[in-house]
């Protein structure tokens, strides 16, 4: 299902954390110099330079461990860079240090969800709603988490009462329209799409999706000039329309969505079949060959798996999942050499995800290379993997 963008909070408009400079006399729990190197951060944060905030206050973390503000903006500070995972380690830092904190919790769920984990997302937009009510934002993301899970009926009544509340909201009528979509409700559906549009006329994701909309309704010619003012709109997912070939791409995108509904519904081989058509008409799209990758390992037919993961790397060799997804697939078929080889590249991709680097001291402890594998699983528990009895035993 396409994601459109989760919605910041009305009352989260600039800097979204408490930055105010520490004016005050330091007390009990602040040194001066704690003080100095925060109002560095926030300096920093400001100008937009997050490494340097991060930096000052790695530096106050370590004199005050204590403060929960500098933790929670840390955590804003890797999310901006992308680095979800360690935003999350310190908003929960944040949380376990003053449970009562509310300033969190917009940014761990957005967090969760560029991760994918739309359970944890869920379970944080549920608490920020709890929090503030009012806020239209809160009952969109909320929705917007209930779409990735497939809970299209339970999302449609949050992004009523976003409509409800705020009838000009573009991106709600949006949101809407994917669940609608998803309930195969296509004339409901395009509604709340021509109204999205209609209320901001830039908004590529929505001339995407209607475009989807149109072909399942029949008409192609609309379909494709859609997609084409998508593409013109600079929608990253468009890039990939061929609008000499409008037709047989949307035809593979029909296969590749029902593709993907048969993986939820986990009748893999039934998705398999689905993508080996689309493959059959776009034969040079990497998504389509990592997807049936995929699915193969599902069934646990690895070296299937390896084989579609290796043609979707010929087309595009930056993909952090196919490289973590065919290291595991080698680990099964005990190629562990070739296993650590595709974990190495994971960590290039994305070096503050902990999971390749436990996947690859795990690779290294059946090599006998204790040494190299006690330092990854180290590395993988700084970065917030908690740690497991079995590994700390390993590594005494």
């Known amino acids: 299902m396409y994601i459109f963008g989760l919605q910041q909070n009305k009352m989260k408009k600039g800097l979204p954390i408490l930055v105010m400079i520490l004016l005050f006399v330091s007390g009990p729990s602040y040194s001066q110099d704690d003080v100095d ?8 944060y400001e100008a937009r330079n997050y490494r340097g905030a991060i930096d000052a206050l790695d530096n106050s973390i370590k004199i005050n461990p204590a403060e929960k503000d500098a933790y929670n903006m840390r955590g804003l500070a890797y999310y901006q860079l992308n680095r979800f995972e360690l935003a999350i380690q310190d908003f929960d830092k ?5 449970p009562a904190y509310d300033k969190n919790y917009f940014y761990r769920g957005s967090a969760k969800f560029n991760l994918q984990d739309f359970k944890g997302a869920l379970a944080d937009f549920k608490k920020q709603l709890e929090l503030f009510p009012k806020d239209p934002a809160n009952y969109n993301n909320y929705g917007n988490a209930k779409n990735n899970l497939n809970d299209y009926a339970g999302a449609i009544k949050d992004f009523d009462k976003a ?3 705020q009838p000009d909201y573009s991106s709600a009528y949006s949101n809407r329209g994917v669940a609608r979509y998803g309930l195969k409700q296509f004339p409901a559906a395009l509604q709340d799409l021509d109204r999205a549009i209609s209320l901001s006329p830039a908004n590529a994701a929505a001339f995407f999706f209607r475009g989807k909309i149109k072909y399942k309704m029949g008409d192609a010619g609309g379909a494709c000039s859609d997609l084409s003012k998508a593409k013109e ?6 890039q ?5 070939d409008c037709k ?8 590749y969505t029902s593709a993907i509904e048969k993986r939820n519904s986990k009748a893999f081989h039934e998705e398999i079949a689905l993508l080996d058509k689309a493959i059959a008409l776009t034969p040079d799209d990497a998504e389509l060959y990592a997807s049936r990758g995929g699915a193969s390992m599902e069934l646990t037919d690895y070296k299937g798996a390896i084989e579609d993961f290796d043609k979707a790397i010929r087309i595009d060799s930056g993909s952090y999942n196919v490289f973590l997804h065919r290291g595991f697939s080698r680990t099964m078929l005990k190629d562990y050499p070739g296993a650590i080889q595709d974990f190495n590249k994971c960590i290039g991709l994305n070096p503050s995800n902990p999971d390749p680097y436990y996947k690859r001291g795990a690779a290294k402890a059946i090599l006998k290379d204790k040494r190299g594998a006690c330092a990854d699983f180290q590395q993988a528990i700084a970065l917030g993997l908690k740690p497991d009895k079995d590994m ?5």
């Open 37 to 44: 190197y925060y109002n560095r951060a926030v300096i920093e």
């Open 94 to 98: 944040t949380l376990e240090l003053d």
């Open 163 to 165: 409509i409800k509340m």
């Open 233 to 238: 709109l600079g929608l990253d997912k468009a």
């Open 240 to 244: 990939k329309v061929f609008l000499k």
């Open 248 to 255: 047989r791409w949307l035809q593979t995108d029909d296969y």
């Open 392 to 396: 700390e035993e390993y590594c005494k």
